[in-house]
DNA sequence: CTAAACGTTGACGCCGCGTCAATGTCAAGG
DNA sequence: CCTTGACATTGACGCGGCGTCAACGTTTAG
């Protein structure tokens, strides 16, 4: 059987604009074509056609289409890579829709959309060129961007979270207890959510948790608000043990 | 103050490139233009960039951004806008996700890609017309494209479930049953997560899960299958309260 | 005086087609 | 035979947000 292009359209669903596009691509070329340079289709071409519909849907591109459907027989690992970014893709709307919100809440409370005073109190600038050289200078603008886009009231509770979070470490050295030890690794857990904040909810992975735990170790200025090189140790073994255990 | 254009990238996380563009569609001016061609931004256009880079990250389009931070006062509806359609997109997401985790699962099974037989017994070509009619043809094809990819054990299922609410709904009839019953709303919460299932995902709004109940009554096939007109009724009616108190 | 760094404008490229425009072909009906 | 209307072709621009040359002028440090 050999129809037209637009019998074919029809039934794939597609447009004869997309056909001719697939055919200039190289992705699913006629099956014939004739001296008036129409395009012909057969059965072959119409399932090829439906595969590649339906892979479409999946939200591959056309050149990873093309790859899958010359059988390189390693399909399921190119799907695979596709499922990772789609999953990437999901946790930044997530991130977005989040941000979204907050954005809305502020300005419907009639705040700025950004404090325009860049210094308030609270250097966040402090550990700029840190940031900037282990993550970029956009990931520091980037973050820059949100602390000044925050309202008072939320910068307020970011830095209280975080000296409650430093209180309670102070006061588990004091007491002596254990870097495993269920109360310390709840503390952490607040440690790692404080700091998830700061992030704007994109989640560092292990290596980069405990990393930044190592951070504190060579940084005096860490140190001193840890009480010193033995607190800031401990603070970095609990983030280690954390991260073996919840991350 | 007044800063060339590399320090403003540096500052703000942007490309110089990126300013120039803006520059040409309006967006952000710089402050003065030297004789010599140079950009020159002051601390009011490094502020107004901070708040376009924001709005950016939130993703939103520059258009989008050009009318908010011309302040048409209306922006949080800008906003509650832009929120829904991110929303969109992270269901599609979902939805995508889902159908390549069943398409990885299928492949590793060694399955086919999609069957090429048209016809299995199962007419699933039975009601193109009215979808085609009532959803477009690229929904009726979509759909289609969608059947011919399900194992036969995943087709199996599927008809399975759909004789299994049907049995029940004829038995529920049969014991003269109440269509708010809590013993019908949970057929119905059946039939409807069938559905969802055979729409891939996407939930009919309430209005098209009323629609639909419509349907049955007026068409005789669909009232056959549950035991002719008042079957086909009370199905309906089912259908309209359970969107009622459940959607 | 030179080299490096920084600046400019202009144009193409990406992705997947939608959407003209200009023109040719075919089947059905008068 | 001619017309009409549906259908076909190729070719090109457009979209979004810049990245990335290219080709060239300017400023700054040594």
Redesign the interface.
Known sequence: MERSIQDIA????ATSRTLRHYGDIGLLEPSRIGVNGYRYYDDDAL?RL??I??LR???LGLPAIADLLAGDRE??DA??R??RW??L??DR??R??G???A??RR??GGEE??A?EMFDGFDHTQYRQEVEERWG??????GD??W??LTAAEKAKFREDQKSVQADYLAAIAAGASVESEEVLAITRRHYDWLVVGWQGRRPTPEQFVGMGDLYVADERFGAKYGGLEGATFVRNAMAAFAERNL
Request: hydrophobic share 40%; proline share 0%; no cysteine.
């Open positions: 029809r039934l794939s669903g399932v439906q595969r519909l339906l849907e999946l939200g399909q399921a799907l695979e596709h499922l789609l999953r893709e999901k709307l997530d977005q829709i941000s979204v919100e954005t809305i300005m419907r959309l950004m325009e200078t956009e990931a520091y603008a980037s961007r949100w000044r886009s």
